[in-house]
């Protein structure tokens, strides 16, 4: 039996979905093309009919997750000014909702080292997200500094590495104490910021 153009896209969509989840859940490598139909509720038999490889689907999961996590960190600070966006931001990012929401947070906390040990299609869309996430908070601190990219990249680690680490102890309260740790450093890295 044929479907119809959009029903594929739509199982397309549905199976990049599951893998999303999975992948951030137990990682790539553990993260079967089974597990992932299964959460798509499909059979493995499918998968080829729309992606060519495992890769290839964890090359375009990156790119949605990269872009579903920057749309739900950045809800509504567009109306904020640049440096009130960079600090409501760095606040998002570095918060113990955002360390909860492995899910539908951003995505290189959890898969960063798995990239790092992926095919060139991974470590292109992790490089494209990275690129225009600098670019972003360049754009924010241009008015500040003239080594505004040099800042940008370091923000960038900072969220990246504290989320990473308060993700990673079981003390609660200690991962509380690194996402803080971390924001004021940042706040105070930066110079004159909104409270």
């Given at each position: 039996?044929?479907?119809?153009?959009?029903?594929?896209?739509?199982?397309?969509?549905?199976?990049?979905?599951?893998?999303?989840?999975?992948?951030?859940?137990?990682?790539?490598?553990?993260?079967?093309?089974?597990?992932?139909?299964?959460?798509?509720?499909?059979?493995?038999?499918?998968?080829?009919?729309?992606?060519?490889?495992?890769?290839?689907?964890?090359?375009?999961?990156?790119?949605?997750?990269?872009?579903?996590?920057?749309?739900?960190?950045?809800?509504?600070?567009?109306?904020?000014?640049?440096?009130?966006?960079?600090?409501n931001f760095l606040r998002r990012y570095m918060s113990r909702a955002h360390r909860k929401e492995i899910l539908r947070g951003c995505a290189i906390p959890p898969l960063v080292s798995e990239v790092s040990r992926a095919n060139e299609p991974a470590k292109q869309a992790l490089e494209n997200y990275f690129r225009s996430w600098r670019s972003k908070i360049k754009s924010k601190l241009a008015c500040k500094k003239e080594k505004s990219q040099r800042d940008a990249t370091a923000l960038i680690a900072i969220c990246l590495g504290a989320m990473s680490l308060a993700r990673a102890v079981s003390d609660e309260a200690l991962a509380d104490e690194i996402l803080e740790d971390c924001f004021q450093f940042s706040r105070e890295a930066l110079g004159e910021m909104p409270k």
């Open positions: 039996m044929r479907y119809s153009a959009d029903r594929k896209k739509e199982t397309r969509a549905a199976i990049i979905q599951a893998a999303t989840n999975v992948f951030k859940e137990i990682g790539f490598q553990s993260g079967s093309i089974d597990k992932v139909m299964d959460k798509a509720g499909m059979t493995a038999g499918g998968f080829y009919a729309h992606f060519p490889s495992k890769d290839q689907l964890f090359a375009e999961t990156l790119s949605k997750a990269f872009f579903d996590a920057e749309a739900m960190l950045e809800e509504g600070l567009d109306e904020s000014d640049d440096s009130a966006w960079v600090n």
